[in-house]
């Protein structure tokens, strides 16, 4: 089964409340060493998000304008410049994420917003942790033998074929199979499987089917 987010997310979550001042907000994120965190409201439901680039917009503000009636205007006007709380800093809605989502779900949201943590959220909205880039990437830490068998099974239960008639070796996450499949169509199926496995980095095709160029093979080993 493949994993999900809520078993690589963190649960320990760095969050402020929608009426937490600017100071505070500057403190959490570099108390904890993050670059931004959930805005949450009184039930911990996710309303936003506040980061390091929110608060910078106080500081980056440009040169106040020339004129009494302009300077007036820019020094009432609600900017981010302006903001003193959480919930004026944020940036909202906050793109969140289920815990039961898939890890490639996340990633695709990853690289869609251009962002680093995604909230997770349960069913109500509520807060029950985050997700990073980095907790994403923990699926290629798994061993060798752990793709190897998963190959095995993907080999015996969903293509149905005889893994004596195949060669697969699994090294540092670099899958490697030999020999002989009947028809393009299931090669190429059987190739993007495995390679879409947890933990496999790459796939080097070493088999021999139709419309590949190959000769036939001889028999390899075992799965191994």
Known sequence: MSSTVGDVMTTSVV???KNADYKEIVWALRHYRVSACPVIDDADRVIGVVSGTDLLSKQAEGE???GLVRLSW??????????????????????????????ADAARIMQRQQIRRLPVVDAGGKLVG????????????RPDTDVWAEVATVLTDEFELDPGEFDVTVRRGVVTIT??????????????????????VTVRDRLAYPG?????????????
């Open 212 to 224: 590949n160029g190959r000769p036939s093979q001889p028999r390899g080993d075992a799965v191994r």
């Open 15 to 17: 969050a402020v409340r």
């Open 179 to 200: 020999g002989q499949v009947a028809e393009r169509d299931t090669a190429l199926k059987l190739l993007a499987r495995i390679r879409h496995a947890e933990g496999v």
């Open 74 to 103: 820019r020094l009432s006007e609600q900017t981010k410049a302006a903001a003193a709380t959480a919930d004026q800093l944020m940036t909202t809605p906050a793109v969140v994420i289920r815990p039961d989502a898939q890890l």
């Open 64 to 66: 106040l304008p020339v």
């Open 130 to 141: 985050i997700v990073t880039k980095c907790d994403l990437l923990s699926i290629f830490e």
